[in-house]
């Protein structure tokens, strides 16, 4: 694309932040807003994945469905509070979009993955948990397995206790 | 799976239940009148010399099974009995429905679990067949609950088979480990096969493999446990899978206290990172401990220790290091 002078357009860089309820996806986001925002030539994508569990723990489907219509209006919720934030720190309404997507027993990171191919995101940026190794070996780690996995997309692991505000 | 229709069982009479008890028991056993139930739901009411009758077979309750080794001693377990199928005379286990949640502890963690009886039916379905496995059938009853009728497998758990207290350590690496290890190479192939139907078996630990008398060949028992959300859902049966392997290499849990008591001299020897990952309290760099251990069987229990900084991420990379360690066994 061009501007009417005949110059090509820079296209935004895009980046996608990977959230859920925790303080550490909080950390991250606030990360981002506090890195990049205000300045020009960047898009978010603010991405939640809600791993829904197995139909196995729960006593029927439909009470599975509620489980999952209930954690899905909370995600809204903190994606909206999570938009609003960025919207603050000067990125443009227009360039910041959510998205929930229901994980049916596939890893999480396998879905962030997918959707940050998807829309070709060049940076993916997760908070990080701090388990300690058991917790790591027993549960899994959702940054280590970014880490691994992602291909032609930098990930940036955030320290809750980064330093930005 | 089987529904029973209307009041579950049709044609059966006080005297032709006793005629059916007749083949199979002695006459000094069999009660003057059954109380007959088809819906289950209250488990912990069904008793000795009840019969349930599912899908209209019927089956003469004899006791409650008690709890495994987690459990309090000699709890029974209301909800599985142990029972006759007066059809045939066999031996079957019946777990009735147990909706139970709670945290189990694995060392100092916490993972949310469920007793899923439809999970149980599906994986009972699924390995039908299987020489590895339990065999049985679900059947509903009358108030729908997912009852599993289960063949009834004499033998000796895991932790029995594979004890090496009595004898040197020594002595039975070098004689009866290797042919444990092989029965053991085709237990965990029969979880792989579990995994590569997308299920898993969620409670792998020495009492739920049995070594079957009649066949000998190790059965791996109960899958009705259920877990919440992992990143990987396979870790919890490969963690359970190298914990029965490093017990049935060390002939028993290989502790600090065994150390303490029976091995003082290789204590000083042993640094964090030889720890097991989860239990703090047991060794998994056996190797330090036996040194005759071979060294590819050793790096197996290293990927379960406090130092390790590689996992195994799927059943398969388990099982190509079992075997390759299994060939290491059998040159020492």
Known sequence: MENHKGVPKLKDKHIMIAVDESENAKAALLFVAGFIGGFRGFRATILSVLAAPDIDLFDSDGERQKWIADKRESLLVVLERYRQILIQSGFPKTKIRTELVVSDDRPVSSVILEKQKEVCSCALVVGRRGISKSEEFLFGSVSNALVHSANNCSVWVIEPTCGIE | ?332
């Open chain 2, 1 to 332: 799976m089987k529904k029973i229709a209307g009041s579950g069982y049709v044609g059966h009479t006080q005297q032709s239940l006793r005629d059916l008890a007749s083949q199979w028991l002695e006459p000094s056993r069999i009660p003057k009148k059954f109380r007959i139930i088809t819906d289950t739901s209250e488990f912990i009411r069904i008793d000795y010399d009840d019969i349930v009758i599912l899908d209209n077979s019927p089956f003469l309750i004899r006791h409650n099974q008690k709890e495994g080794r987690f459990g309090m001693d000699d709890q029974p377990k209301f909800w599985v009995k142990s029972a006759i199928d007066l059809s045939d005379g066999s031996k079957k286990i019946i777990k009735l429905v147990f909706h139970e949640r709670f945290q189990a502890r694995i060392g100092d963690l916490l993972i949310d679990c469920v007793r899923s009886p439809l999970k149980e039916a599906r994986i009972l379905d699924l390995v039908q067949g299987h020489v590895n496995f339990m065999h049985g059938y679900p059947v509903q009853d009358t108030a729908s609950n997912i009852v599993r009728v289960i063949d009834f497998i004499p033998g000796q758990t895991m932790a029995d088979y594979a004890f090496a207290d009595v004898i040197k350590h020594e002595e039975y690496f070098a004689t009866s480990f290797p042919a444990i290890l092989r029965e053991y190479i085709e237990a965990v192939m029969a979880i792989l096969f579990l995994h590569r139907h997308n299920e898993i078996h969620g409670d792998i630990r020495r009492d739920h493999l049995l070594r079957d008398a009649t066949t000998n060949r190790l059965r791996w028992i109960d899958f009705d446990f259920a877990h919440g959300p992992n990143e990987n859902k396979f870790v919890h049966d490969l963690f359970g899978l190298g914990n029965i392997l490093m017990y049935i290499a060390g002939g028993r849990d290989i502790t600090i206290q065994v150390l303490n008591d029976e091995m003082p001299h290789v204590r000083s020897s042993i640094a964090e990172d030889d720890f097991n990952i989860i239990f703090h309290n047991r060794i998994a760099n056996l190797g330090k401990v036996f040194p005759y251990i071979p060294e590819a069987l050793n790096r197996i229990f290293l990927h379960f220790s406090m130092g390790t900084t590689f996992y195994y991420d799927n059943t398969e990379e388990l099982l190509d290091d079992l075997i390759r360690a299994a060939d290491a066994v059998n040159r020492a």
